[in-house]
Antibody, heavy 134, light 111 residues
Framework: QLQLQESGPGLVKPSETLSLTCTVS??????????WGWIRQPPGKGLEWIGT???????YYSPSLKSRVTISVDTSKKQFSLKLSSVTAADTAVYYCARHVGYDYVRGSYRLPSEYYYYYMDVWGKGTAVTVSS | QSVLTQPPSVSGAPGQRVTISCTGSSSNIGAGYDVHWYQQLPGTAPKLLIYGNNNRPSGVPERFSGSKSGTSASLAISGLQAEDEFDYYCQSYDSSLSGWLFGGGTKLTVL
């Protein structure tokens, strides 16, 4: 059963770069049926999508974070990573990594990767808390 | 601010049926993109509850159901139980944002 585990510093100074890694175990990161993404949740607030990557080929970023975000994949290590630059206290949150999948119940098959807009997050990591503070 | 609008809270007595709405626009739900629902206990990771508007992953009780019409979607929970007290989030895709988005979340209280 596929599992995801986030790792990285729990404390980052303002103006520095937040770097997190998500390690995939119990399954393949190379499966072209899946996208891989990052979502965060500030304390006491809702979920916010950060960005998503497909097989090192395509990346999608939240417009509000796009200028500061980079997501990459290292298939040899079965990991994908998040870098968020110039952080402020507003970036304090629990950061989750998640697998995106698009299963068409009616057709009984996975949607094409080009139909990513139908995808949802079916497997989540447990999350890692990151505080931005000096 | 989320472009998928959910009520901050809903409540119901055990055994009752409650619904949680998720109101979008022509660039997301109204554009035909699927709506998915997640269940989250504060401090833990979200869990997929409904995918593709009205489909339940294996292990999710039949008491949970989803629907979509126009620019809105709903999650219905029948036979409400105390253990249903979670935060619930809807999620879809938005063509204007060119990305995935979540509703603001709804806290369910079982009276």
């Amino acid at each position: 059963q596929l599992q995801l585990q986030e790792s990285g510093p729990g404390l980052v100074k303002p103006s520095e770069t937040l770097s997190l890694t998500c390690t995939v175990s119990g399954g393949s990161i190379n499966n072209r049926n899946y996208y891989w993404g990052w979502i965060r949740q500030p304390p006491g607030k809702g979920l916010e999508w950060i960005g998503t990557i497909y097989y090192s080929e395509s990346t999608y970023y939240s417009p509000s974070l796009k200028s500061r975000v980079t997501i990459s994949v290292d298939t040899s290590k079965k990991q994908f990573s998040l870098k968020l630059s110039s952080v402020t206290a507003a970036d304090t949150a629990v950061y989750y990594c998640a697998r995106h999948v698009g299963y068409d119940y009616v057709r009984g098959s996975y949607r094409l990767p080009s139909e990513y807009y139908y995808y949802y997050m079916d497997v989540w990591g447990k999350g890692t808390a990151v505080t931005v503070s000096s | 601010q989320s472009v998928l609008t959910q009520p901050p809270s809903v409540s119901g007595a055990p055994g009752q049926r409650v619904t949680i709405s998720c109101t979008g626009s022509s660039s997301n739900i109204g554009a035909g993109y699927d709506v998915h629902w997640y269940q989250q206990l504060p401090g833990t990771a979200p869990k997929l509850l409904i995918y593709g508007n009205n489909n339940r992953p294996s292990g999710v009780p039949e008491r949970f159901s989803g629907s979509k019409s126009g620019t809105s979607a709903s999650l219905a929970i029948s036979g409400l139980q105390a253990e249903d007290e979670f935060d619930y989030y809807c999620q879809s895709y938005d063509s204007s944002l060119s990305g995935w988005l979540f509703g603001g979340g709804t806290k369910l209280t079982v009276l």
